[in-house]
């Protein structure tokens, strides 16, 4: 199930060289279910062309407010009368100004005064356009009004300089929008989620750690997010970027995960266990990194067992609302709700290592004292929107 399928969108784009970043916008709106028409002003057409976007969305796109292919031949009321959301991005202080203002002189400044649907934009500008202080000026004026800001980002601009303006990147800017569409199920509800491998030092130079990407983790990271929760990542090393609006903390080995974990989960409503920790440790890692010398006598490594994380959790006076996860490579449910027990947690997701390990798509099992229950397969995305509504529901029900 797509988070956007049936939504219909319409994408406004103004002039900025980051008009090149729509274009990928549009491909991924699209991946996720969304219709999507296209507005560009005379400006954003010369950065890129219509035809660009024509091609991307198969349909037609609308430059002019006198275009007579909509009924009544009323371009700036028909395209937002069947939609849910206008996005426009790139939006340049100069159309804040006139969104702030209420000019409408072209089309898609005429639509987004004549809409009656909420309004998202990605600002995009040179980092002293977006401080000068009409700009900001009109960013508080807009916020006022309703429309939801996204961004701008950080880093060099086209221009060479260096600060905030950069429109959002895309990915930041499509989760900002699935999100604006998710129902808070979430809303007012601490949740921590670890996520990821971690990795045991042999010594300098070399770990211990297992194959897990952190996916799982980051989209149920991401899903919490997006249903209104404020929540905080505790992660071994991945190579993801940080879910929007969600706080990570960076760790490398079980002991650091644990210690962080132990020492901010009070004032936690749910605790998400999904990191693949490292059940040993190596005792006695090496401070000097380890020779070969003849070659012939591997290291004596001995290793000591990590504190249980989860269980830790589960067990303490006041504990939050406790999920964990179970990668096996063979699902026995007896065994599963056996693990679901001896953690003490009243829900325990069951999956197959093979099927969740260096793939995308995925199934998982909930295991719970009312029984067992298979969740639709799909994305890990899709997936994870899945068991946040589940965690959600089972959270409001105990
Ligand atoms: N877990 C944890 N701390 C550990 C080990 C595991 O918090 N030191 C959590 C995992 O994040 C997961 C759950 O416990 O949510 C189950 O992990 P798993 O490795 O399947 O459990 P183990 O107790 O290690 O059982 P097994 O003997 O099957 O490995």
């Not at 199930?1 to 784009?13: A, C, D, E, F, Y």
């Not at 589960?314 to 699902?331: D, I, K, R, S, Y």
Request: net charge negative; glycine share 6%; proline share 6%.
């Amino acid at each position: 199930m797509n988070p956007l399928s049936g939504k219909r969108i319409v994408l406004g784009l103004t002039g900025g060289i980051a008009c090149y970043k729509s274009a990928e916008l549009l491909r991924r709106l699209m991946d996720l279910g969304a219709t999507v028409d296209v507005v560009m002003t005379a400006s954003a057409s010369e950065f890129i062309t219509p035809l660009t976007f024509q091609a991307l969305s198969g349909r037609p796109v609308f430059t002019d407010l006198w275009d007579s292919r909509p009924d009544n031949n009323m371009a700036h009321i028909n395209l937002t009368r069947s939609a849910d959301l206008i996005v426009v991005a790139p939006a340049t202080a100069n159309f804040m100004t006139k969104l702030a203002h209420g000019s409408a002189d072209d089309l898609l400044s005429t639509l987004c005064l004549a809409r009656a649907i909420p309004l998202m934009i990605a600002p995009a500008m040179n980092k002293e356009m977006w401080q000068a202080r009409p700009t900001q000026r009109n960013a508080n004026q807009l916020r006022d009004d309703g429309v939801i800001l996204v961004g701008p980002a950080s880093g060099i601009q086209a221009c060479g300089e260096t600060g905030d303006g950069r429109m959002v990147e895309p990915n930041d800017l499509l989760a900002a929008i699935v999100s604006h569409f998710e129902p808070k199920i979430m809303a007012g509800l601490n949740v921590l989620i670890t996520a990821g491998p971690t990795c045991e030092p042999i010594d300098p130079v070399r770990v211990l750690t297992n194959r897990s990407s952190g996916k799982t983790g980051y989209a149920i990271a991401q899903a919490a997010a997006q249903a209104g929760a404020r929540v905080t990542l505790v992660s071994g090393p991945t190579s993801l970027p940080c879910p929007v609006d969600v706080t990570r903390i960076d760790v490398q080995t079980a002991l650091q995960m644990h210690e962080c974990v132990m020492s901010m989960v009070a004032g936690y409503d749910i605790f998400i266990a999904v990191a693949a920790v490292a059940d040993w440790r190596i005792d006695n890692p090496s401070s000097e990194k380890l020779k070969k010398n003849d070659g012939l006598s591997p290291p004596d490594l001995s290793f000591v067992l990590n504190p249980d994380i989860l269980a830790g959790v589960a067990a303490m006076p006041n504990a939050p609302w406790c999920v964990g996860f179970a990668a096996e490579t063979t699902l026995n449910p007896d065994e599963v709700e056996r693990k679901r027990q001896r953690k003490g947690v009243p829900l325990l997701i069951g999956n197959l290592a093979q099927e969740v390990m260096d793939v995308d798509h995925t199934t998982v099992e909930l295991y719970s004292a009312s029984g067992r229950q298979v969740l639709e397969r799909g994305s890990k995305q899709w997936v994870a929107r899945q068991i946040v509504a589940e965690i959600a529901k089972r959270f409001t029900q105990q």
